[in-house]
């Protein structure tokens, strides 16, 4: 890409369309590329972080973004971007996500080195105390899929979702 907002155009645009050739083609070839997804465990490397946007893209219906408060520390190799993705999964159904995408100049361009979405304080303020324990302890296994989380906690068998926005179904 010929620049870091290039580059970033074209992550949310694979992001929105589904499109693993398309998101793939974002991320560096560096070995040390790292992702985090919202409430998720550091991935590391092409094929981890392929594997998820695998998951993430067969579990996602419709889904726009629009980036607000949007942050640029900016030098000639790096590009750091602090983001609020604004995410519509229908008309009646957003949440927000605080997002950290690092742009690095390679020798085939700007690409993508980091991404690390966060929840927001009042998307996890809907989310059941037991839950969040329950994740952060590590005694429950999550997967985000565009919005929800799926989760499964094997001591007791439970599985279920939970949609950032609030909506939770079991």
């Known amino acids: 890409f ?7 155009a074209a992550f949310y ?21 790292a992702c985090i997804h ?9 094929d981890d972080i392929h594997q ?14 629009q980036l607000t408060d949007v942050k640029i ?12 993705e604004n995410i519509s999964f229908s008309p009646t159904q957003q949440t927000l996500v605080l997002a950290t995408n690092v742009y690095k100049l390679t020798a085939t361009g700007w690409q993508m080195f980091l991404h690390h979405g966060s929840p927001t304080s009042a998307a996890l303020s809907v989310i059941p105390r037991p839950f969040f324990l329950a994740l952060v302890s590590g005694s429950l296994t999550s997967s985000y899929f565009g919005g929800r989380f799926a989760y499964a906690n094997p001591q007791i068998g439970k599985l279920g ?4 926005s609030g909506c939770i179904s079991q």
């Open 73 to 84: 520390v900016e030098t000639a190799e790096l590009s750091v971007r602090i983001v609020e």
């Open 52 to 65: 998820s946007w695998v998951k993430i893209f067969q579990g996602q219906s419709t889904v726009s973004f």
């Open 161 to 164: 979702s939970i949609y950032l």
């Open 13 to 33: 645009r694979a992001f929105e369309n589904s499109d693993i050739e398309a998101m793939m083609a974002v991320w560096a070839l560096d070995p040390d590329i």
């Open 38 to 46: 919202p409430m998720g465990r550091r991935l590391v490397g092409r």
């Open 2 to 8: 010929t620049s870091a907002t290039h580059a970033e």
